[in-house]
C-alpha cells in the first residue's frame, strides 16, 4: 500500500517572519483534517506505518500520516486541538535545543472553545515546551521524534558570499552564536547577538557539511571597518557590499590566513552528538523510546544515514529530491509537501478537497487526476487575483 506522509511545519496565520511561507493558515489546515476524515482517510503514526512496511501489519483502508517539522508553538496552540477534534494524529520533530524551558502550559484552542478566552488572545509564536509535548502525548494525538539537536547551518568553505547586516537571512549566526537562546529567536531581535560586517562564507546544513572555521581576524578586521564608517549606517550606503569585498580582499592579500576544516572523524562524532543526544533528550523528557528522524533540511548523506542507524533510528526521512522517495522502504520515509502555489514570496496553501485529489491521483484514480486539473486552473486563477489586490494570509 503506498501509504501518503504529509509534511507540515508552522499551522498560523502569521506570516510575516522569514519562513512565512512554512505556515499553513489555521482554518486551512482545519480543511485539510476535516475534509480528509470526511473523505474516509484515517491518520496513522509512523509506528503503524514502519511495521506495515516492515511486518506487513494491518492498516486502515484509508490511512494518511501527517507530520509536522521544527517543533513551533503553533502546533499546541492549533494543530493539536484540530487533529484531536477530528480523530486525527500527527508527528511533530523536535529539535531539543529549540525547546522552551518554560514549565507551564500555554493556553491553545481548546481554551478557547471552553471559553477560557477570545481566540485573539492566544499568542503562538515560538517553540514547544516539554509540558506541552508531554500532554500531547499522553492525549495520543501527537507522537514526538527527533529532527536532530541543533537545526543550524555552518560554514563550509572560506569563499565570502555576504556579511552580516541588518534583515540579512541568517538567523543561525545568532543560533550558533548563543545557543541557550535559539527558543527565542522567533519572539526578539537577535541580529545583534553577532556583529555587524562579519563575513558569511559559503555555508551548508549542519549535518550534511564538514564544518569550515574561516581565520577570525578578518572578521575582527571588518567589524572595525563597519564601526569606522558609521557602523550600522553603512548599510544604507549604495555599493556598501563591494566596499567591504575590497577591503577583505585587500585585507587577506598582506596577512596570512589560518583557516582549517573538520576532519571527517570530527565530522563523524559531531554528527553522532547531534543524533544521539537529541534521541536520548528526547527520550529522557518524555518517557518513550525515539525510533524516527526528520533530518533539518532535508541535509544528510550516505554517512549521516549511516550513523543514523547505528544509533538506533529505525527509519528516517528522505528529501523531496532522493531517488529513492518514490520507493516503499521502511528505513525511509518519502513525505509528500502539503499542496501549495507559490511565486515569489507568496504562497497560497491549497483546500482541503485539493489535496484529497492529490492524494487519491498519486494513488492512480484518473478520476481524481482529472479533478486536480480542474482545481488547479481555479486556484490558479484566484491566486492570480489575489496578488493583484491584498498581500495573502497577512
Not at 148 to 166: E, G, K, L, N, Q
Request: proline share 5%; hydrophobic share 35%; charged share 25%.
Amino acid at each position: 500500500m503506498n501509504v501518503p506522509v504529509l509534511m507540515y511545519h508552522s499551522v498560523s496565520d502569521n506570516r510575516r517572519w522569514l519562513w512565512g511561507h512554512l505556515s499553513c493558515p489555521v482554518s486551512v489546515i482545519e480543511d485539510h483534517v476535516r475534509t480528509l476524515a470526511s473523505s474516509g482517510f484515517v491518520a496513522i503514526s509512523l509506528q503503524e506505518l514502519y511495521d506495515h512496511v516492515k511486518h506487513g501489519a494491518a492498516l486502515p483502508p484509508k490511512p494518511v500520516a501527517l507530520t509536522f517539522d521544527d517543533g513551533y508553538l503553533d502546533n499546541w496552540v492549533y494543530a493539536f486541538p484540530i487533529l484531536k477534534r477530528y480523530g486525527f494524529k500527527g508527528t511533530v520533530f523536535v529539535n531539543p535545543d529549540f525547546v522552551d524551558p518554560t514549565g507551564s502550559l500555554r493556553p491553545n484552542l481548546d481554551d478557547v472553545a471552553a471559553g477560557r478566552l477570545a481566540a485573539s488572545s492566544l499568542k503562538s509564536t515560538g517553540f514547544l515546551s516539554w509540558a506541552e509535548m508531554s500532554v500531547m502525548e499522553a492525549c495520543g494525538v501527537m507522537d514526538i521524534q527527533s529532527h536532530a539537536m541543533t537545526h543550524t547551518w555552518y560554514f563550509s568553505d572560506d569563499r565570502i558570499v555576504d556579511f552580516h547586516h541588518p534583515g540579512d537571512p541568517y538567523p543561525w549566526l545568532a543560533w550558533n552564536a548563543r545557543p541557550e537562546r535559539k527558543y527565542l529567536w522567533l519572539n526578539e531581535d537577535q541580529s545583534a547577538f553577532v556583529p555587524f560586517g562579519v563575513p558569511i562564507y559559503a555555508y551548508d546544513k549542519a549535518l550534511s557539511t564538514r564544518r569550515c572555521f574561516p581565520d577570525p581576524s578578518l572578521a575582527d578586521f571588518l567589524v572595525e571597518q563597519v564601526a569606522s564608517r558609521g557602523g550600522v549606517a553603512i548599510f544604507g550606503q549604495e555599493g556598501w557590499q563591494d566596499t567591504l569585498l575590497k577591503l577583505s580582499s585587500q585585507y587577506q592579500s598582506e596577512h596570512q590566513l589560518d583557516r582549517h576544516w573538520e576532519s571527517e572523524e570530527e565530522y563523524q562524532a559531531r554528527v553522532r552528538y547531534e543524533l544521539s543526544v537529541s534521541k536520548e533528550t528526547i527520550e529522557a523528557n518524555l518517557r518513550k523510546r525515539v525510533n524516527f528522524l526528520c533530518w533539518p533540511g532535508g541535509g544528510y548523506n550516505d554517512t549521516t544515514e549511516r550513523i543514523a542507524e547505528g544509533v538506533g533510528y529505525l527509519s528516517m526521512t528522505l528529501s523531496s529530491k532522493d531517488p529513492r522517495r518514490s520507493r516503499q522502504n521502511p528505513g525511509r520515509i518519502a513525505r509528500w509537501g502539503a499542496p501549495v502555489l507559490q511565486r515569489g514570496t507568496k504562497t497560497l496553501y491549497r483546500s482541503g478537497r485539493y489535496l484529497v485529489s492529490m492524494l487519491r491521483c498519486k494513488q492512480g484514480s484518473r478520476l481524481h487526476c482529472f479533478t486536480c486539473k480542474l482545481l488547479s486552473g481555479r486556484d490558479r486563477l484566484l491566486f492570480r487575483i489575489r496578488l493583484a489586490n491584498v498581500n495573502l494570509h497577512e
